[in-house]
């Protein structure tokens, strides 16, 4: 990687270095396109970084990384939404939980979340099929509806192996 290219990695990519580099649980996986110079050596042409949580799943904040892991530590059934090329401002469902009846979609918002990005976010709920729960990930705590048809795993905090509750 070129000095301009690092340059650009570390501006554009430096919360996610943050959290990588403070969070045990955090982890980079870095994407892009590479090719060689005339003399021969391979290059990076564009890269993206994109945090994944200790089971390897993205999140695009703080707030979806501690839903995923409390999903995956309860083995519920979920679709993990991935925005691709969408914009940021624009709402998507973060989670789908597929284990209840009907399916559960969660947005994820905080304190710094734009009007126009929550009322885009409430049109959407209002016409889903799906059970839709809006979060504010800073004041409130998540409520997560029980599976159907399914136990839901408890932890030990001692072992850490699972148990049933």
């Given at each position: 990687?070129?000095?301009?290219?690092?340059?650009?990695?570390?501006k554009r990519f430096?919360?996610?270095?943050?959290?990588?580099?403070?969070?045990?649980?955090?982890?980079?996986?870095?994407?892009?396109?590479?090719?060689?110079?005339?003399?021969?050596?391979?290059?990076?042409?564009?890269?993206?970084?994109?945090?994944?949580?200790?089971?390897?799943?993205?999140?695009?904040?703080?707030?979806?990384?501690?839903?995923?892991?409390?999903?995956?530590?309860?083995?519920?059934?979920?679709?993990?939404?991935?925005?691709?090329?969408?914009?940021?401002?624009?709402?998507?469902?973060?989670?789908?939980?597929?284990?209840?009846n009907p399916p559960?979609?969660?947005?994820l918002i905080n304190?710094?979340?734009?009007?126009?990005?929550?009322?885009?976010?409430?049109?959407?709920?209002?016409?889903?099929?799906?059970?839709?729960?809006?979060?504010?990930?800073?004041?409130?705590?998540?409520?997560?509806?029980?599976?159907?048809?399914?136990?839901?795993?408890?932890?030990?905090?001692?072992?850490?192996?699972?148990?049933?509750?």
């Open positions: 990687m070129d000095a301009k290219m690092y340059s650009r990695v570390n430096e919360a996610e270095l943050e959290q990588a580099h403070y969070q045990d649980d955090v982890n980079l996986l870095a994407i892009g396109t590479f090719g060689f110079a005339d003399s021969g050596i391979a290059k990076i042409e564009e890269i993206a970084l994109v945090p994944l949580n200790q089971t390897w799943l993205p999140f695009e904040s703080l707030g979806e990384k501690e839903l995923l892991d409390t999903l995956t530590m309860q083995n519920r059934s979920f679709i993990k939404c991935l925005r691709y090329n969408l914009s940021p401002k624009s709402p998507i469902a973060n989670v789908l939980l597929t284990d209840t559960t979609a969660f947005y304190d710094q979340t734009e009007d126009s990005y929550i009322t885009e976010a409430k049109e959407l709920i209002a016409s889903s099929e799906f059970t839709s729960i809006l979060v504010n990930v800073d004041r409130d705590v998540v409520d997560i509806p029980p599976p159907e048809n399914k136990p839901l795993l408890g932890y030990n905090n001692h072992t850490d192996t699972a148990v049933n509750s």
